[in-house]
């Protein structure tokens, strides 16, 4: 038996947060906050390459190691499943999608830095309900899903706390665009 690298998006993409913290923790103290968070709201300058750049790389920083592994847990869960119905460029279009959606409206409407990939978790857990629909059909997993994960960050979103519940929702609304727009692939079966 080998070792396959069966997901490279999902694996990579892993990889890449996890090596960011290592630097940020050991020989690049503020790496994260510089390059993979995204400012709050007014912070924004057109005309400042880093400030494009954060509104694609925030999903990639994470605050501690608790932080990543809660994001990853779940993204190396779900991942691999959603990159052997969409394929690889599709799942990475997707994960580009959502950062930048929820980069933008983080730093057009909020007062606090955006860090980490919980957005792109959310996005998977909504698109994962649609890996077995047909078209004219709503998945009831999708209906149950969508109460109990965005509902709670709606609820959840009346406390006080540094999470991003608005991030989570567009991630889940992300997710459920990319369900209802983006069949997965046909995988032919065999009899």
């Known amino acids: 038996m080998k070792i396959k690298y069966n997901a490279p998006t999902t694996l990579s993409f892993a990889f890449i947060c996890a090596g960011v ?23 924004f300058s057109p005309k400042s390459a880093r400030c494009w750049i954060t509104l694609f790389t925030h999903v990639i920083g994470h605050a501690d190691w608790n932080h990543l592994i809660s994001n990853f847990s779940l993204i190396l869960l779900i991942g691999p499943i959603l990159e052997a119905n969409y394929g690889s460029r599709i799942l990475f279009m997707m994960i580009a999608i959502t950062a930048l959606i929820t980069g933008v409206f983080n730093t057009l409407l909020f007062p606090t830095y955006l860090l980490g990939a919980s957005g792109v978790v959310f996005m998977m857990i909504l698109l994962a309900s649609f890996t077995n629909f047909k078209k004219g059909e709503v998945p009831l997993t999708f209906i149950l ?35 209802f727009f983006r069949p997965p692939k046909l995988i032919s079966s065999r009899n």
Not at 25 to 32: E, I, M, S, V
Not at 154 to 168: G, L, M, P, T, V
């Open 21 to 43: 913290l290592i630097l940020n923790q050991t020989l690049f103290r503020g790496l994260t906050q510089t390059w993979f968070a995204v400012g709050p709201r007014g912070s």
């Open 145 to 179: 899903i969508l109460v109990l994960y965005i509902g709670r960050e709606i609820f959840n979103s009346f406390r006080q706390d540094n999470i991003s519940e608005f991030a989570h929702i567009l991630g889940g609304f992300c997710g459920s665009l990319f369900g």
